[in-house]
């Protein structure tokens, strides 16, 4: 009986353990290996909209430290009409395993004369989450940083592709999913905010009823303030066709140019 209880208990602690770790798992339902998204980038300049770049984002199956997963990849790039005021070159790398869990963040952001790099290393140890930040500064400092939690942390990257899956059936304009988000040096609270429907025409030609998300940052508890509002395709696939990004030198748009390699078929698009 007593050898019963101990084979019991142990079963049961197996069992929290990966309830609590499966609790950074999410199943992916909107993109699969291979697909690879394309935008043209516009930037407010003097109140005139000027076309000042382009932007890609891919997703293929990779390996992360033995670990089958999810490489994705965004890459910005300004021409170099808009380099003459202000260079804009970031380039952003996640790992997520192939149940979406937060592997790996890497921000490398070259922004006017600034050149500073972000990284978030995940691991997670007794079904808790365990966070190593790094931050390369413009002055070429290095600032690391360990944390550990009891609930999941998210990156810029990760949250993107795990929101992709979220299922909007019965949200309501105002409804909001709250998340922790990591940087090089910091963890604050982040939500993603549903602001109903709204047909958007994309650079394709094509016009998509979309579903319109406002991504907020509450940094250094100062109150929530507006990053981006992404327009993602009311289907399954959830593509983002135009992104609204509300930057500190001004704004700027994406608006989606090419996809390939989608997961489902796009039924969203009106025209």
């Not at 990966?18 to 690879?36: H, L, M, P, W, Y």
């Not at 979406?100 to 997670?124: M, N």
């Not at 549903?194 to 994309?202: F, L, M, T």
């Not at 930057?247 to 489902?264: D, Q, Y």
Request: proline share 3%.
């Amino acid at each position: 009986m007593k050898k019963f209880r101990i084979i019991l208990m142990f079963m049961l602690l197996t069992f929290v353990g990966q309830n609590v770790k499966a609790q950074c798992s999410f199943q992916n339902t909107a993109f699969s290996s291979g697909e690879f998204l394309s935008y043209n980038l516009y930037y407010n300049w003097q109140f005139v909209w000027v076309k000042a770049g382009s932007a890609s984002f891919s997703t293929v199956k990779s390996v992360y430290k033995g670990t089958p997963a999810y490489r994705g990849s965004l890459i910005t790039r300004g021409n170099n009409k808009v380099d003459k005021f202000f260079v804009m070159r970031d380039t952003l790398l996640c790992y997520n395993s192939l149940n979406l869990e937060p592997l790996y963040y890497r921000k490398g952001a070259h922004e006017g004369k600034r050149y500073t790099v972000d990284e978030v290393f995940y691991s997670y140890p007794g079904g808790k989450c365990e966070i190593n930040q790094h931050r390369l500064k413009n002055s070429g400092e290095h600032e690391w940083k360990k944390s550990t939690f009891n609930y999941c942390i998210y990156d810029m990257m990760s949250i993107f592709m795990r929101a992709r899956s979220f299922d909007p059936t019965g949200w309501k304009k105002g409804f909001d999913v709250d998340f922790p988000m990591a940087d090089g040096n910091s963890v604050n609270p982040a939500k993603l905010r549903y602001q109903g429907k709204v047909n958007i025409k994309a650079d394709n030609g094509h016009t998509y009823r979309c579903l319109q998300l406002a991504y907020m940052e509450n940094e250094n508890n100062e109150g929530y303030k507006k990053i981006v509002d992404f327009y993602v395709t009311d289907d399954s696939n959830h593509v983002p066709i135009r992104l609204d990004m509300h930057l500190r030198f001004g704004s700027a748009k994406a608006f989606l140019v090419g996809m390939n390699g989608v997961r489902g078929k796009i039924t969203a698009q009106v025209k």
